[in-house]
């Protein structure tokens, strides 16, 4: 049975994505069609969600924009070398965070099954920790070492873990989690299975980031790049497949994380 629709989150959706979306590119947070990309995926979360979906999406996109824009410049002159794409996020990247949690949205309205609502929670735990751990942990001055072996590794490489990184993805995952459950959506159980299950995923991210995603190095300075071109010329592939770059690898654990989720949730009987 389908979840009856509730037409005031919609309008009400309809205008803070306007606002949200406009504000995100002012502050260059995303690029012109990724905030459109987000505006939509905002509307969406509403008619399969309500003010839930439409507040757990807004908590979380301000968030990002807040700690997006703080040390954006520090940010940049550190990962400019390293990232296909610094600064504004694309569409790609706005898919790759959002759209499983859109998913298990949509599958918990079709449905009316409580365990989506967690999984959905799970995957945006996943997708914003994921990004304020990266965003957090690339200003910090602290130590980066490599999810694998602990060894020291280049601040901003996927792969990288460090403790303030940490600390910003067990709170941005807290408060993913924690939004469905002050609106009444579920219990206790339900915030630990979606915080939980959110920062297994980021881990998964790590661990995939220091394993299977493409890693490059420049033949002409011999830096180690997740970019194809460095100084004017093609990198070469060192490391994991081509195909796969943090993009992928972003979408490929929000789904991990939704798939955690919703496990747990079920063998709880949740
Ligand atoms: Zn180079």
């Not at 965003?135 to 460090?162: A, W, Y």
Request: charged share 15%; glycine share 12%; proline share 2%.
């Amino acid at each position: 049975m389908p979840v009856a629709v509730d037409m005031l989150s919609v309008y009400v959706a309809l205008g803070v994505a306007a606002a949200l979306s406009v504000s995100a590119v002012i502050l260059g947070a995303l690029t012109a069609p990724a905030a459109v990309t987000a505006g939509v995926m905002l509307t969406a979360a509403a008619v399969f969600w309500s003010f839930t979906g439409l507040t757990i999406y807004v908590s979380l996109f301000a968030i990002s924009v807040i700690v997006g824009a703080i040390g954006r410049k520090k940010r940049k002159e550190r990962t400019e070398r390293l990232h296909k794409r610094a600064g504004a996020r694309t569409v790609v990247q706005v898919l790759a965070n959002g759209l499983p949690a859109l998913l298990m949205m949509a599958v918990w309205f079709f449905t009316g099954y409580g365990a989506f609502k967690v999984a959905a929670a799970a995957a945006l735990a996943e997708g914003f920790s994921d990004s304020a751990a990266g965003d957090v942990g690339v200003l910090s001055n602290g130590k980066t070492v490599s999810v694998l072996n602990f060894k020291p590794l280049k601040r901003g490489l996927s792969g990288g873990i460090s403790v303030a990184g940490c600390v910003a993805m067990t709170i941005a995952s807290a408060v993913a989690a924690a939004v469905p459950a002050i609106f009444g959506e579920y219990a206790a159980a339900g915030f630990g299975i979606a915080a939980g299950a959110g920062i297994l995923g980021c881990m998964a991210d790590s661990v995939m980031g220091a394993t299977l995603q493409a890693l490059y190095r420049c033949s002409e300075c011999g830096a180690e790049t997740e970019r194809r071109e460095c100084c004017g010329k093609k990198t070469e592939l060192i490391r994991g497949f081509s195909r796969l770059d943090n993009d992928a690898v972003n979408g490929i654990a929000g789904c991990i994380a939704a798939l955690a989720g919703l496990a747990a949730a079920f063998i709880i009987k949740y």
